[in-house]
């Protein structure tokens, strides 16, 4: 089925367009070629050679779309036009994510895969023009990958200060040591971008132990990839367990200055809670389409499942998840583009409330689908388990819980109330 796109009344006619033609390639170029794009290959049953006959169709074709989504002026819209990107603004993103969302995997096809569109966009804003020549724009035109390493096995990651990785500056080089996990992307990387505190015992560079990002290739002595983490059942993933065993790097690439390396992330994660969520917005809407669409179509004891009254209740409870997930997000994305002082209440109330809402209209949609639902014939099975990560990543549900709470108890506490009409 394709997605239902028209003009969104008293919206900024822009948004509106770049909608549209996003819609359109989605429509045209993306769903019909799904199956050959990811699925091919997986297929049970099939030799050597016709998986591997498949995986080079697959990139063939991903190829051939890419050069499309270029042609059609819309590649890498999270990009300033001059690094070839769209340069399109806060909201424009938010609004075009939803669509891009709806096809599996379109993202990386439009030159946003995660985790390199957030290093560019962290290279973008923090970077030298010698970083940005040596990392950026390899990103950018796709021939190098990178990986984003903050995550420690010791240490909570809900709890950033508890970072242990430490970067001692020896001369003009840093020396690091540390262990993270959870690095994704970890066995394409090229470069890391490695979340440290940094110690220069000669003081120059600021007080010990401040928060520091610093670029590290994967070739480099010492950075020691010890497996990729076997998640929900699978064997690896390129979520990577490293050890940095004294990786020396140059001090120049120090990623911004010496303690700007949580403002860094949260640059990062701030806004890419908002476009995490219209990823999810884009794909619970596909789940629902899925949904009705089964519904209408299969018999189950002398009747159609869009007449039994259960179904039914799953179809007007998804509307309402999807409506208000969607609502919330969109009065948050306004609120960032606003600079609304409530804006980090908003962000974290949508980080809580969106994965939920995702969760459970996918999990409907699988069950109206019986065992297809949890088959690869089907993108909802991948889409229940990106929910559940998220429930836990970019912070935990009970850490955002805690900061709205504080922010609203604080509100009162200094004689003032919420104001929901905002
Ligand atoms: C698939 C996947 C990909 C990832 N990719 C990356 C990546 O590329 N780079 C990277 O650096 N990291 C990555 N992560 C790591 C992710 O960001 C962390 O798992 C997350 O931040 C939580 O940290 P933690 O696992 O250490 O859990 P912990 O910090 O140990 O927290 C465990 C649980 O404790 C509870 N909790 C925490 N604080 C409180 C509190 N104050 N009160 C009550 N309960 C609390 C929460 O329920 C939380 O889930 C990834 C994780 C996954 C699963």
Known sequence: MAINVTPIPGLDPGINDIRHRTAEFINAEILPNEEILWRSQQVAGLSEDDRETGRMRSIETREKIKAKVNEAGLWAPHLPKEYGGMGLDFLELAYMYEILAYAV????????????????????????????????????????????????????????????????????????????WFTSNGIDANFFIVMCRANDPTGELGAPGRMTQIIVPTDTKGVNIVRGIGIFGHSTSDHCEIKYEDVRVPVENTLGQVGEGHQAAQDRLGAGRVYHCMNSVGQ?????????????????????????????????????????????????????????????????????????????????????????GVSNDLPLSQMYLTARVLRLADGPDEVHKILMAKNILHRYESGDSWNFGN
Do not use: C
């Not at 190098?144 to 990785?165: C, K, L, V």
């Not at 208000?324 to 209440?345: F, H, Q, W, Y």
């Open 105 to 180: 995997g379109a993202a990386t096809l439009f030159g946003i895969a995660a985790p390199n569109s957030g290093n560019a966009s962290v290279l973008v804003k923090y970077g030298t023009e010698e970083q940005k020549r040596k990392w950026l724009l390899p990103l950018i035109d796709g021939t190098m990958e990178s990986g984003f390493s903050m995550t420690e096995p010791d240490h909570a990651g809900s709890d950033p200060r508890s970072i242990a990785t430490e970067a001692v500056r020896d001369g003009d080089h840093w020396v690091i040591n540390g262990h993270k």
């Open 284 to 372: 619970m809407w596909r789940a629902f389409d899925l949904m009705v669409e089964r519904a209408l179509s299969r018999e189950v004891h002398g009747g159609l499942l869009k007449d039994k009254q259960f179904i039914q209740g799953f179809i007007a409870e998804s509307y309402m998840d999807v409506q208000s997930a969607r609502l919330m997000t969109i009065n948050a994305a306004e609120k960032v583009a606003n600079g609304d002082p409530d804006v980090r209440t908003a962000i974290s109330a949508i980080k809580v409330f969106v994965p939920a809402a995702y969760h459970r209209v996918v999990d409907r949609a699988i069950q109206v689908w019986g065992g297809a």
